[in-house]
């Protein structure tokens, strides 16, 4: 039996048992979601509100979850190791005089042993440790799995694929508040930055080339999102339909970290070209650490002209051209520059990729997240995410797309060893855009350690 299936005793029963039941009603209470809507009637929002707390979707075949269940109102509509493992606690300590109870949160389709034992799935590590869940995607033709056993050393022969057509990644659970303010933006920059030459037919420019929903952008739309997670994580039998989609994509339209940024989010889907500062009343120290913001990360997280911060601002000078990117927080990282090597606990998550190139050669890649390479088959996608919105950031802990990052500290310092990685791979005059804003001297991006206190004040007042 996996540890996280043994008996706690004494006291943290009694503990896990409170924590554990004031979790779970707050993420299913509608009560504690309140309705925000500015039109009259409100009857698509109260309707999603309903459907985003139900887990017994009458007719749909489901497994009883409901999107509260993941998307937890009390944490910011994330779900937060802290908060997996009190659950999970508190499962094991009402099981102890009661059998039968449950938390739809372990569901066997995100037990780490699904695979190999199905219904039977008890092994909740990456749940519990690293609040992930499973995601899913079907493998490009040109890219396969590899046994590691049969491949010690690169070589395409030696190497054999193991014959699936899809691959099982780990991703957090991604904040729902304001995600009206990001997704498709029809802004640039538009990816990829090149043109691409197609791999066995495969669309080298993936879906969704201006912004999306989820870590790798690969939904267009709020219906098409949540039509996914109904299928995957609530595993319903009939598809949903499509007036339920509106409704979810209605309420979640109405969640926002503030009321500034609803505000904010009202000016963009007007089609201004004048956008509210959603930033609210501001001390010296936060003032100062805004503009070490605006120096140092809106070049890909937005600035006066992207206030939203999840699509780069191309108003700066020379601005950088991608839209995607990779910053080197999947496993196994780089050993130069700094990076924090990644814990075993996210570490077991790697997986061996064999690539096919457009010239028929093969790349060998050792990650536990190709990013949109799953999209694509480009090799340039290897670990490219979307940017993520920075709104209420201080609220949903941790960050990036494997909650690799405890801390906004943590995560200051991974882009220290990101930027330090960058550099290194650059000579002067040729500087990408995300260090430097002439190509020649490196002035973006690095925190000075004077200038820490005043931008970790300004993110977390965000």
């Not at 050393?153 to 699936?164: H, K, L």
């Not at 090149?194 to 219906?223: C, E, K, S, W």
């Amino acid at each position: 039996m996996s540890v996280f299936g043994r008996h706690l005793m004494g006291a943290l029963f009694v503990a896990a048992l409170s924590v554990g039941g004031r979790i779970s009603s707050s993420a299913q209470g509608l009560g504690e979601i309140k309705l925000n809507c500015q039109n009259t009637p409100c009857d698509s929002v109260a309707r999603g509100r309903a459907a985003f707390n139900d887990g017994k979707l009458q007719g749909l075949g489901g497994n009883g979850r409901s999107c509260a269940d993941c998307h937890v109102p009390s944490e910011s509509f994330q779900l937060s190791p802290a908060v997996a493992r009190a659950r999970f606690e508190a499962l094991l300590a009402r099981r102890a005089v009661n059998k039968n109870a449950d938390d739809p949160l372990f569901r066997p389709i995100d037990a780490d042993d699904f695979r190999e034992h199905g219904d039977r799935a008890n092994d909740y590590s990456n749940l519990v440790e690293n609040g992930l869940m499973r995601v899913t995607l079907p493998l490009p033709p040109n890219v396969r799995l590899i046994n590691p056993a049969t491949c010690r050393t690169p070589d395409p022969i030696a190497c054999r694929p193991i014959g699936e057509t899809s691959v099982d990644v780990w991703r957090a659970v991604m904040p729902v508040n304001n995600v009206a303010i990001t997704g498709p933006d029809g802004v640039p920059p538009i990816w990829p930055p090149a043109p691409r030459v197609a791999i066995m037919g495969i669309d080298p420019n993936g879906p969704n080339r201006q912004g999306g929903y989820q870590h790798d952008a690969r939904f267009g739309t709020l219906q098409e999102q949540a039509r996914g997670a109904l299928l995957a994580h609530a595993q319903v039998t009939f598809e949903p339909p499509a007036g339920m989609l509106d409704d979810l994509a209605a309420f979640q339209r109405t969640l926002f970290s503030s009321p500034a940024a609803g505000v904010l989010a009202g000016a963009i889907a007007s089609g201004s070209t004048m956008f509210p500062d959603p930033d609210p009343e501001l001390t010296e120290l936060e003032r100062r650490g805004k503009v070490v913001f605006n120096r140092s990360c809106a070049q890909c997280h937005g600035g006066v002209l992207h206030p939203s911060g999840s699509t780069s601002d191309a108003g700066i000078p020379r601005p950088i051209r991608a839209r995607y990117h990779n910053i080197q927080t999947a496993c196994p990282r780089p050993a130069s520059d700094g990076f924090a090597p990644c814990p075993p606990r996210l570490a077991r998550n790697a997986r061996l990729y064999r690539v096919m190139l457009a010239d028929g050669s093969y790349q060998f890649v050792t990650t536990s997240d190709p990013g949109r390479l799953l999209l694509t088959g480009q090799p340039a996608d290897l670990g490219a995410m979307d940017v993520t919105q920075l709104r209420g950031i201080s609220r949903t802990a941790p960050y990036f797309h494997n909650n690799s990052a405890a801390t906004l500290e943590q995560v200051l310092d991974h882009y220290d060893a990101f930027f330090r990685f960058v550099v290194s791979q650059f000579a002067p005059a040729n500087l990408p855009a995300i260090v430097s804003s002439n190509g020649t001297v490196v002035d973006r991006g690095f925190i000075a350690p004077e200038e820490r206190p005043a931008l970790l004040a300004y993110l977390n007042k965000l």
